[in-house]
Nanobody
């Protein structure tokens, strides 16, 4: 199984950015897909998750600004980030989990919010 994240980059405060993640090579349906982030000098933290049935969970710091979505047939997940703030600067990691409890991390993609 491979996870490929894309879409990071540099954006000004107040701007928008979209990051995506594609999982390939899995024979089983992915239960939970999620985004985590790690800022310099900080621990990795949950940003948002989405279950197979579409139910979502967000960190309080991104509620109302970020939207997570997924397309089950293509094993893809997208995080739309609006009204970005400098404190959103971090490496964003996608994570997937199956019903048997196994999880997998993708390589991160850097998001920098700066003027």
């Amino acid at each position: 199984v491979q996870l490929q994240a894309s879409g990071g980059g540099l954006v000004q405060p107040g701007g928008s950015l979209r990051v995506s993640c594609v999982a390939s090579g899995t024979k089983f349906s992915i239960n939970i897909m999620g985004w985590y982030r790690q800022a310099p000098g900080k621990t990795r933290e949950l940003v948002a998750t989405i279950a197979y049935d579409g139910s979502t969970k967000y960190a309080d710091s991104v509620k109302g600004r970020f939207t997570i979505s997924r397309e089950n047939a293509k094993n893809t997940m997208t995080l739309q980030m609006n009204s970005l703030k400098p404190e959103d600067t971090a490496v964003y990691y996608c994570n997937i989990g199956w019903l048997n409890g196994m999880t997998m991390w993708g390589k991160g993609t850097l998001v920098t919010v700066s003027s």
